[in-house]
């Protein structure tokens, strides 16, 4: 008797979470050894650091400070990010050797960084009689080692080969002027805040809600957020769109082993087209299923009321293959990539295709949403809010949003397929698109009333796959659109969004060893100087992040969602973890690939006339 089938829900895994030749497997063990290492080497070595009285005389800051800098700091920052490259390369991915020069390379670089700064703060002390404290250099040499750890994984590591873009993004004059005044004003509010010393920032702070250890400038980023929120917005009372709009769309649902939930999905999509004015049409491409993904999609289209349909199958396994099967189908100028396991909300249709009347808008994505019924539901539903709800429509007041989503995502159809459809490969697909659509001159737009469901994965297991696939994809995306970063062409999201994602996710990757450094500094033994107080540690779990969170919740009128911060907090933990094991799973080599490639444009072809059917599906031929 043959085995029962396992649940499709369960098998998550693909052939897409892990580009084989990009990234490798990181074991369960490897994650926790780093941190181990980490820990015991930053004992030992701070120890020595202290008490031994050669290294003493040369620096008695207690840190790798090579020049007389006056004032006191928190935490010593430098050998935080010495000891951390050194625990990071040790458990890299590639051969010892390389791992090695990594290391060397990382520390090095550093170290040379470090020198070069403190010479020129003497420089400007004796010069301009203006000296550098302490604190501002650590700040300073801390925001460098991050950034230097995000530059030498991508220089070092197995990177998707660049593209030929055609880098012309609107109005770069604006957006980069834009960009600059509202850096300028949000630092100087938090100067003008910080001179008053007021209450509410002690009490704040006092409850570790402002604040933290390393190069944070925890009140700068959530006042400049917050404008960039406000300017878009603003932006928004402008703009021309109409609820009479009607304009035929096709939807294209990439499904492997999809049967748990392929029906619910297209219903969701039927219901929806009801409430649209236009024709919708539907494409499932059945991607290598083994289950019973066809069947379930061809009994759901016949009992469509409102949407058409039809299943195509692809038989090479990938997401790209499927997607750029049915978008070379689509004869619509509008097209939606849905995926699978998202249920969109009767009115996200009609919300979304509004805005299409501007013939500059380009690609438009939404906000998920999540019923909170379990402890990564409700996490979700309050980072969802938090980074779609907040700081995607923050993005674009500066025209600086580069990833749509897959899960829902509208395009003009012409523009995929000029740009030669969705990559195979790597990790990203979705916001590789979405940024080339926008370094073309169109418009990336984020409406947060547009709304769906979308499954949010169930076990530790299954999360584990989508954040470490998800987390390469900064990398992996900067690579494939170098072109938008060289200096020639000026675009904002190349010279400066993705750098920043980039620092990002080299922050959250030190997020947890950053913590570990600052409890071990905050013990008698091992201290370098003014103990770091239990709520600067605190805040960098809690922080500014909190209080941004509040406020995006109560933005997205979802009050509901406050519940649900603490369950997001732990949860930020678990993706700092998550992060650290996707960069452990990047290969190192060394070798840089520059030659960028020619992409053909996706050769758009006709669907028989009859195998698309008003309120029904029949099977074309060769597709069974």
């Known amino acids: 008797m043959s085995q029962p089938q396992k649940a499709s829900q369960n098998e998550y895994w693909s052939v897409d979470s892990q580009p084989a030749k990009l990234s490798g497997p990181v074991a369960l063990w490897k994650a926790p050894a780093v941190l181990a290492t980490f820990a015991i080497l930053s004992m030992l070595t701070l120890i020595v650091l202290q008490n031994d009285t050669l290294l003493g005389a040369f620096f008695p800051a207690n840190d790798w400070i090579f020049a007389p800098v006056p004032g006191q700091h928190f935490i010593a920052i430098r050998h935080f990010l010495l000891v951390f490259f050194v625990s990071f390369g040790l458990f890299s991915n590639g051969p010892f050797l390389t791992r090695l020069k990594f290391i060397a390379d990382l520390c090095l670089s550093f170290l040379v960084i470090c020198l070069a700064i403190d010479l020129f703060s003497v420089f400007l002390s004796h010069s301009f009689d203006a000296p550098i404290s302490l604190r501002n250099l650590q700040i300073a040499t801390g925001l460098v080692g991050f950034a230097l750890f995000s530059a030498r994984l991508y220089s070092w590591g197995e990177m998707p080969s660049p593209v030929h873009m055609k880098v012309t993004p609107t109005h770069p004059g604006r957006s980069f002027g834009r960009f600059w005044i509202l850096v300028a004003a949000a630092g100087v509010f938090s100067w003008w805040v910080n001179q008053l010393d007021l209450e509410t920032v002690t009490w704040l702070r006092g409850r570790a809600l402002l604040g933290g250890l390393g190069p944070g400038v925890f009140l700068f980023l959530p006042s400049f957020f917050l404008l960039m929120y406000f300017l878009a917005m603003w932006d928004r009372r402008k703009e021309d769109q109409t609820d009479d709009f009607d304009q035929d769309v096709t939807i294209v649902i990439p499904a492997h082993n999809e049967e ?60 790209a293959h499927a997607l750029n099967k049915g978008f070379a189908a689509v004869q619509t100028e509008l097209v939606i990539r849905i995926d699978a396991d998202t249920q969109i909300d009767k009115d996200s249709l009609h919300l979304a295709l509004r805005h299409f009347k501007d013939p500059q808008l380009g690609c438009l994505g939404g906000v998920p949403n999540t019923q909170g019924r379990s402890f990564f539901e409700r996490a979700r539903l309050a980072e969802v809010l938090i980074n779609h709800g907040y700081y995607a429509i923050a993005n674009t007041a500066i025209d600086g949003q580069v990833a749509i989503p897959g899960m829902f995502a509208v395009y003009r159809s012409a523009l995929v397929r000029h740009l030669g459809g969705f990559a195979f490969g790597l990790n990203g697909e979705d916001s590789d698109m979405s940024m080339r659509i926008g370094e073309l001159g169109y418009r990336i737009q984020v409406d947060p009333y547009v709304r769906y469901e979308s499954e949010v994965p169930a076990t530790y297991a299954h999360m584990r796959e989508q954040r470490m696939r998800w987390f390469r994809s900064a990398f992996h995306i900067t690579a494939r659109c170098r072109q938008a970063t060289e200096i020639g062409n000026p675009s904002l999201r190349g010279w400066v969004i993705l750098p920043i994602m980039l620092l990002n996710t080299s922050v959250r990757t030190m997020g947890l060893p950053l913590v570990i450094f600052g409890l071990i500094e905050f013990l008698e033994p091992f201290g370098t100087g003014p103990r770091p107080l239990w709520t600067a540690i605190a805040a960098v779990i809690l922080g500014a992040p909190t209080l941004v969170g509040v406020a995006a919740v109560l933005i997205n009128r979802t009050p509901r969602a406050v519940l649900c911060l603490p369950e997001y907090t732990v949860f930020r933990l678990m993706r700092a973890y998550f992060t650290l094991e996707s960069m452990l799973s990047v290969k190192l080599s060394g070798k840089k690939k520059t030659t960028a490639i020619h992409l053909e444009a996706l050769e758009q072809i006709t669907l028989p006339h009859e195998s698309l059917l008003e309120n029904g599906a029949v099977r074309t031929p060769g597709d069974a």
């Open 260 to 319: 748990y939930i392929i029906a619910d999905t297209l219903k969701a999509v039927d219901r929806a087209a009801g409430h649209y004015k236009g024709r919708v049409i539907v494409y499932v491409v059945n991607n290598n299923s083994v289950d019973a993904t066809f069947d379930v999609a061809q009994a759901t289209f016949a009992s469509f009321e409102n949407a058409e349909g039809r299943v195509i199958n692809e038989p090479r396994a990938g997401k």
